[in-house]
């Protein structure tokens, strides 16, 4: 065993070391970056919240609800020193799956054993499920994708309150079952579909102990079974009521509001075809099996058209969907036929379903058409059956030779299962990666065309970004946040009148759409239409109180129209909603000196330091100051820091103020170079001659 131990920590492990330099990507981004709970001091506020960080008795939650997997992230923020670093998040995710895997394995060998599987000689079946485990490629969003923790820590839980409630039927302690109630509610805190451990468990119930029956009706012990049957029932009553408790507070969570998803998200529950949801969701189940069978096209996102609905018969997807219920039907008869093996196949068969059914829109619409990681748990079941499988088919082969090229057939489909699984992770690398590997899958989605264009953007490909961003509106006319990035890309190159077209169209989709409101105001006071802008920004507070950004650009309108008092008030509101906003700071410490409010100025400057100590604006900012209260050291200090933080970016105006510092310091030497260097950037700068000028007059005059 613990040679085998050893061997997964190898299989589950190797994949995923080329994505562990990589970077928080997808939706890692909304879950741990932006997310308040993970970096704040409250332990207490990712109990009140979603997973994404908003209130969860809010109409405009997701509704998922899953607090202990935010403080595994908070664990891993505290640990590494309040830093946000994605390679200690993701060697974690791997070293959770390597814990998985090995749980995994005492799973399978009690599961076989309470079935009495018989095992043949030359192949361990716990064993051989247990390495397809640990390489199957369905796992690569699960442990590449930091946010995919919650499926492996609800997994974990899952496995353990299994492991509980056998120790619970064999010992025939209350206690035992107790821990796997709490095990249970753990899971389901970690991920939703973690309470189906639950269901899992009432199956094999049922299945171990009509064995036990069947045995001790032959012996005629009827007392014994009386004793047993007993037993079992109040067992199982305790778990069907801690499921209904576990399910009411889970709605008592959500304010006993459902969650409210867009039809984007999953376009099928939102069909008003009958034929055309039950068809699509009956396809989409035959995309997640053979995702489970051949996992060769995974995707990150498979919303926005990447499945496009079953409308009539004539579809030929109709075809995959018959194969899928003939070839259950055929297992099925299999399982009612077969002897000595029923019992394993109904429970592998079973901890394959169960799982999934939180997600199969069954009960409720879920927020997604296909997601790979909720296939983590199901999986489990999927790799027994399989293992199971191929021991039944070895036993039949007579040859010495052919069962051990079978047993070599299957170590090799292992091998590359582990080959495809690494050659994924090293998507999962970067957001390029990940986003350019989405549209092999699925070109017809919107959303990647769509967040490819914001990697191009951030990479300064503004021609790509434009592209992809009008190929996403093409695929989905009412992509409403493409046309606000649209014309966010258009205002940069001052086109205006065409940013303004596209803006005014994703507010006729989405009128309390509080970003192209601002964006809007932007132009609009761009074009010298200040009241006009004012009504925009005051339009997209309406729908978004707490946006330090709108604040912010309202700042800088209320400075363009010289409402000076109104500017910095507009600027505090943005600095406090967001502490750390450097461009609210900025402008707030140069227009107190401006103004020569100098004494307010220096009450604000250790506020903005404290919350954003390396920022090279407000050192430059900082370093004005000073030198206006002839603090010459000081401002020299701040000036030369903020430089060097600039580096490349540093602009003339930074090497210009430098030299009048210099200037008036007297250091006329270091004023000459810092007003040449400003004009190595840019020759026509025009106070760095002015000043040189002067300086020249007055070297000349001190010889």
Request: proline share 3%; charged share 20%.
């Amino acid at each position: 065993m613990f040679y085998q131990h050893l061997i997964f920590v190898f299989l589950a492990g190797i994949p995923y070391f080329l994505s562990l330099d990589g970077e928080f990507v997808f939706d890692d981004t909304e879950a741990i970056l932006k997310n308040n709970d993970v970096t704040s001091v409250s332990w207490s506020e990712p109990f009140n919240h979603d997973f994404w960080g908003s209130q969860i008795d809010s109409s405009l939650s997701h509704k998922s609800y899953r607090p202990l997997t935010i403080l595994s992230f908070k664990l891993n923020y505290l640990i590494n020193r309040r830093q946000l670093s994605a390679f200690q998040f993701k060697i974690t995710n791997v070293v959770l799956h390597i814990l998985c895997c090995t749980l995994l394995l005492i799973i399978y060998k009690i599961i076989l054993n309470k079935c009495n599987f018989k095992h043949s000689s030359c192949m361990d079946v716990g064993f051989s499920a247990t390495l397809l485990f640990s390489t199957h490629p369905i796992h690569v969003e699960n442990v590449s994708g930091i946010v995919g923790r919650a499926d492996i820590l609800a997994a974990i839980s899952f496995f353990l309150s299994f492991l509980m409630y056998d120790k619970a039927m064999t010992g025939q302690c209350f206690g035992y079952l107790l821990i796997s109630l709490l095990f249970s509610g753990t899971s389901m805190l970690f991920k939703e579909n973690g309470i189906t451990v639950l269901g899992f468990c009432i199956v094999y119930e049922i299945i171990a102990k009509l064995k036990c029956i069947k045995r001790d009706l032959k012996t005629h012990n009827i007392n014994n079974i009386r004793k047993k049957y007993n037993t079992s029932i109040s067992r199982l009553f305790i778990v069907l009521c801690a499921i209904v408790i576990l399910l009411y507070l889970r709605w008592m969570v959500m304010a006993g509001v459902k969650p409210v998803f867009k039809s984007t998200d999953n376009p099928a529950a939102f069909a008003n075809n009958s034929f055309t949801r039950i068809a699509t969701h009956n396809y989409i189940y035959f995309i997640n099996t053979l995702l489970l069978v051949w996992p060769q096209w995974s995707c990150y996102d498979w919303s926005m058209g990447c499945i496009p609905l079953i409308q009539d018969c004539s579809d030929f997807r109709i075809l995959f969907i018959i194969s899928l219920y003939a070839a259950l039907c055929l297992f099925g008869v299999y399982i009612y036929k077969s002897r000595g093996h029923t019992r394993i196949l109904i429970l592998s068969t079973s901890l394959m379903i169960i799982p999934f059914l939180p997600a199969s829109n069954l009960f409720y619409p879920v927020g997604f058409v296909v997601a790979e990681r909720i296939l983590y748990i199901p999986s489990a079941g999927y790799c027994l059956l399989v293992a199971v499988g191929l021991q039944k088919i070895i036993v039949r082969l007579k040859s010495l030779v052919l069962r051990k090229l079978t047993l070599y057939l299957f170590y090799f489909v292992v091998l590359i299962y582990g080959l495809k699984s690494a050659q994924r992770s090293f998507e999962w690398q970067n957001e390029f990666k990940l986003f350019t590997s989405g549209l092999q899958v699925c070109p017809l989605n919107a959303k990647i065309h769509y967040n490819i264009a914001k990697v191009a953007d951030a990479k300064d490909n503004l021609t790509w970004a434009m592209e992809e961003y009008k190929e996403a509106i093409r695929l989905y006319p009412e992509y409403y946040q493409a046309m606000n990035n649209v014309a966010n890309l258009l205002k940069n190159h001052k086109q205006f009148g065409d940013a303004e077209s596209y803006l005014r169209k994703a507010l006729a989709l989405k009128p309390d759409f509080p970003a192209a409101w601002m964006n809007l105001g932007i132009i609009l006071a761009s074009t010298k239409r200040y009241k006009q802008s004012e009504m925009a920004y005051k339009n997209a507070l309406t729908y978004r109180k707490n946006y330090p950004d709108c604040y912010y650009n309202m700042g800088n309108l209320y400075l363009e129209i010289n409402k000076i008092d109104t500017a910095m008030e507009s600027w505090l509101n943005a600095i406090e909603l967001n502490p750390k906003h450097n461009s609210a700071w900025t402008n707030l410490l140069a227009m107190l000196d401006n103004n020569g409010e100098i004494d307010k100025a220096l009450q604000l400057i250790p506020k903005a330091l404290k919350e954003l100590p390396e920022s090279p604006s407000i050192k430059f900012a900082v370093a004005n100051i000073y030198g206006k209260m002839d603090k010459y050291e000081d401002a020299e200090d701040y000036f030369l820091r903020a430089i060097e933080i600039f580096g490349i970016n540093a602009k003339p105006i930074h090497f210009a103020n430098l030299g009048v510092l210099y200037h008036r310091w007297k250091k006329y030497d270091l004023a000459e170079t810092m007003y040449r260097k400003a004009l190595e950037i840019q020759p026509s700068f025009g106070s760095a001659l002015k000043n040189l000028d002067n300086l020249k007059r007055v070297k000349k005059r001190n010889k």
